[in-house]
């Protein structure tokens, strides 16, 4: 597969307000906009850094994801996304290799990107994105 970047961090969050302080205010970065999921049950809000950005993610729901990832681990880093120039491609090359996938195929996520998920058991540990631009 062509990785052409690290697109974002995703961070879970409690509260945007209060989870994007430290983003802002100390590190100076600058919101560029936030979206709802409704499928992920997730709002996610963008701070660009350079060609990548840091993405804060908040649930919208006590039994989304994010609430459940809270549950378990608390706040804090949850997955780091890779712009992909094809993403059939790259499932189809993971598929091949033995990767265990949480997303078989694409999803539309924030901003109509596809993106797929990688099992972090297959990871060492890490929740792996990949994503590619509608
Ligand atoms: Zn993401």
């Given amino acids: 597969m062509k990785i052409l970047k690290i697109d974002h961090l995703g961070i879970a969050v409690n ?3 209060e989870g994007s302080k430290f983003w802002t205010d100390v590190m100076g ?3 560029h906009g936030s979206e709802t999921v409704a499928e992920q049950k997730v709002t996610t809000a963008f701070f660009p850094v350079g060609e990548s950005e840091v993405e804060l993610l908040v ?3 006590p039994d989304g994801p994010i609430a459940k990832f809270i549950e378990k681990k608390g706040a804090g880093f949850q997955h ?3 712009l992909v120039e094809n993403i059939e491609e790259a499932l189809a090359e993971l ?3 033995g990767v265990a996938l949480i997303d078989q195929t694409p999803r539309i996520g924030a901003g109509g990107c596809k993106i797929a998920f990688l099992h972090p058991k297959a990871t060492g540990g890490v929740l792996v ?3 590619q631009r509608g």
């Fill in 59 to 61: 649930s919208t729901s």
């Fill in 15 to 17: 509260s945007l307000e």
């Fill in 29 to 31: 970065l600058k919101l």
């Fill in 95 to 97: 598929k091949e290799k």
């Fill in 129 to 131: 994105e990949i994503s």
């Fill in 80 to 82: 780091v996304a890779f």
